[in-house]
């Protein structure tokens, strides 16, 4: 394959995180995407301004990008997989599956500001809202994290047919 043809075909990746806290999904970054996508996540910049500022310079640059947010409902989603698809990127899920227990458990893990109050910790799984292929990603995984600490990576099964 020639140099012009791979440039052609390359497209630039847009992830999207959905998960309650302390589910696993920053250090899942950290691990896989650390060297290759900017890390977008409001714990760190702040404000929305800030994260559309910084989304809009990835997408502008086809900037590979990891949204590293909760961002338990479809509506939170699609204010990064709408531009990212409009852009020509490749939007790819990953869905961090943790019951409550969990997640409180490994938050008594963290220290300082990254400890999440636990009401805080089951109002978000209350609203979750696993993502589904309908929302536009190109591809979407399920994310587990063991007992050991590893994570296991699984394709998520196509969205069922809409009732009639």
């Not at 900017?38 to 997408?59: F, G, H, K, Y």
């Not at 790819?92 to 409550?100: E, L, N, S, V």
């Not at 589904?132 to 590893?150: Q, S």
């Amino acid at each position: 394959m020639t140099m012009e043809r791979r440039k052609e075909t390359w497209r630039p990746e847009a992830v999207i995180f959905t998960g309650v806290q302390a589910a696993g999904k920053s250090t899942f970054y950290r691990e896989r995407f650390f060297e290759t996508h900017v890390r977008i996540n409001m714990d760190m910049l702040r404000t929305r301004r800030r994260e559309s500022l910084l989304l809009d310079a990835c997408i502008a640059a086809k900037q590979p990008f990891v949204v590293d947010n909760t961002n338990v409902l479809a509506a939170e989603r699609a204010r990064y997989v709408e531009p990212a698809r409009a852009a020509g990127f490749v939007v790819i899920g990953y869905f961090f599956r943790a019951t409550p227990s969990e997640a409180i458990a490994r938050n008594r893990n963290r220290s300082g500001k990254a400890v999440v109050p636990i009401p805080g910790i089951l109002g978000t799984y209350k609203k979750l809202e696993e993502p589904r292929w309908a929302e536009g990603f190109d591809a979407l995984f399920t994310v587990t994290l063991t007992a050991a600490g590893i994570y296991v990576v699984e394709p998520t099964a196509p969205d069922p047919p809409a009732a009639d």
